[in-house]
Each structure stands twice: as C-alpha cells, then as structure tokens.
T-cell receptor, first 118, second 117 residues
Framework: AQKVTQAQTEISVVEKEDVTLDCVYE???????LFWYKQPPSGELVFLIRRNSFDEQNEISGRYSWNFQKSTSSFNFTITASQVVDSAVYFC???????????????FGQGTTLQVKP | DTAVSQTPKYLVTQMGNDKSIKCEQNLGHDTMYWYKQDSKKFLKIMFS???????INETVPNRFSPKSPDKAHLNLHINSLELGDSAVYFC????????????????FGPGTRLLVL
C-alpha cells in the first residue's frame, strides 16, 4: 500500500534560519509522482512542486529546494533563509501513475506545521 | 481569473439537513476530485471524476453523492448531515490524460468549511 510519512509534526525556527521538512514514502509502483503543497493560515492549498520517480535531480526554486532520493524513499524540502511568510502547513503527497490504471489519487502525509518567528 | 472555485466558502448547518457544495474549474482539465480535510489537517481523497465519469469512490458513506454535469463542474451533495461531517472540503482538478507530462498535478480550490451543529 502507498503511504507518506512526515515525521515532524511541528517545527519552529527564527527568521533567516534554514529549515528542512522531511518526507518518506512507500510504494510498490515503479512509476509514481511526488508533490509538495503549502497550506498557509488562510487555508488554501498551493502547489509547490511535482517530481516523477525517474527524475532524481534536485531542484531549486529561489529559497526553496528539494532533495529526492529513491534509495531512501525520501523527498525532503528545504527552505533557505526562512521568512515569516513561510509559516504554513506543508504537505508531501504521492500519486500512482501509469496508463489506464492511473487514478491520480493523491496520498498525503500528515503535514508539518512550520512556524517562522521574527 | 480563478482557476478552481468553490461555493460556498463557509457552510454552517444543523444535523440532519441536506447541503450541496459546488466546484468549477476553468483550466480545461479532464479530471476533478473531492478531498476531505479533518480537524487534524489530514487530507483524504473522497471521489474523482474523469470527463464526467466516476473513477474513484473511496469508501465514503452513500450520504455523499458527487455529480458532474460537465467536465468543468463537480458538485458534492451531502444528505442527512452528521456532526462528523464537519471538515474542510477541497475540490481539485488535474489535466488528466490530456495533460501530457503534467497530467497528475492537481490544483486545489479554496476549500469549503462545513460546520454541522
């Protein structure tokens, strides 16, 4: 069965600190997709990144970076020089893939609440 | 310019009532979803439709009935509301089979906060 684990329930940092949010997943599929979503206090879910199982290149987008390692089934998210506006709940998610069996269902982790203090 | 919209944003109602939540996407996507977020922030898929056809029905009580009049709309009707139905309901859409490499990426609506008293 597919599963996503975000072991860190809450993280608190001071502005400008770097912070890494951990995500570990389980799947028997050879083709799958991994995602990160941000849920700010206003409540909406904002798409941040999508990664497919064949692309292990790390990705950087401004202060955000993602480290995908199939060997450890992890897809970690790092925020560099954190800001107060980064305060949110961050969700890691997994979806199966592949032809007609692709239902697109997202399996979410429990979420990590990040608080960035000024 | 809203991509995925939901109405209403807030819904407060009494136990036993019937209510509907509407969802519309203007992204031209083929696939739409309903997710439920409980009080502990846990998100779980409820239903998925692809081009008006039901694809996923995840062990949801039959008091919940989705309806897709066209591929841009997916509504959720809930009969005989119970206290445990209180949650945030998110609609989402993804390109689906027409989306090429990014067919799986789901974009979410703002959520509907349902409170059953």
């Amino acid at each position: 069965a597919q599963k996503v684990t975000q072991a860190q329930t809450e993280i608190s940092v001071v502005e400008k600190e770097d912070v890494t949010l951990d995500c570990v997943y389980e799947t028997r599929d050879t083709t799958y997709y991994l995602f990160w979503y941000k849920q700010p206090p206003s409540g909406e879910l904002v798409f941040l990144i999508r990664r497919n199982s064949f692309d292990e290149q790390n990705e950087i987008s401004g202060r955000y970076s993602w480290n995908f390692q199939k060997s450890t089934s992890s897809f970690n998210f790092t925020i560099t020089a954190s800001q107060v506006v980064d305060s949110a709940v961050y969700f890691c998610a997994l979806s199966e893939a592949g032809g007609s069996s692709n239902t697109g269902k997202l399996i979410f982790g429990q979420g990590t609440t990040l608080q960035v203090k000024p | 310019d809203t991509a995925v919209s939901q109405t209403p944003k807030y819904l407060v109602t009494q136990m036993g009532n019937d209510k509907s939540i509407k969802c519309e996407q203007n992204l031209g996507h083929d696939t739409m979803y309903w997710y439920k977020q409980d009080s502990k922030k846990f998100l779980k898929i409820m239903f998925s439709y692809n081009n008006k056809e039901l694809i996923i029905n995840e062990t949801v009580p039959n008091r919940f009935s989705p309806k897709s009049p066209d591929k841009a709309h997916l509504n959720l009707h809930i009969n005989s509301l119970e206290l445990g139905d209180s949650a945030v309901y998110f609609c989402a859409s993804s390109p689906g089979t027409s989306g090429g490499e990014y067919q799986e990426t789901q974009y979410f609506g703002p959520g509907t906060r349902l409170l059953v008293l």
